[in-house]
């Protein structure tokens, strides 16, 4: 198989956008305090295309999307990991790693308002 781990991090294939990981602690109290860490990654960043649709909710199918390839870990949990990037917030929905192969695919549609 093909590694393309070293393209992960040519300039001429990738774009810097900033992970917002959610966290947390539980206080003595029995208080859940949320945290956030941001973290630089950098990843190909292109809009979503058709078949990758299929990884979104029915109900965000019409949502702007992005596809991102990336070295690094991308979670799409209970909560999800979010990507600020050019000047947008975006909710990660699938993560597939492909590491074997030297990257994660991850599919992220637009926060509004809204959502």
């Known amino acids: 198989m093909l590694n393309i781990s ?9 774009s810097g956008f900033v992970l917002k990981r959610p966290g947390g602690e539980w ?10 860490t941001f973290i630089e990654r950098v990843g190909c960043i292109q809009p979503a295309g058709v078949d990758d ?17 990336a070295e690094h870990e991308i979670r799409a949990t209970e909560t999800p990991d979010l990507i600020l990037w050019n000047g947008g917030v975006y909710r990660v929905v699938a993560s597939r ?14 926060v509004t308002h809204g959502n």
């Open 6 to 14: 070293e393209m992960m991090t040519d300039p001429d294939f990738v």
């Open 27 to 36: 206080a003595s109290e029995g208080v859940w305090t949320e945290t956030h």
């Open 53 to 69: 649709v299929q990884f979104l909710p029915e109900g965000e199918r019409n949502a702007r999307a992005i596809r991102i390839w």
């Open 97 to 110: 790693p492909f590491a074997p192969w030297g990257y994660y695919y991850v599919v992220a549609t637009e």
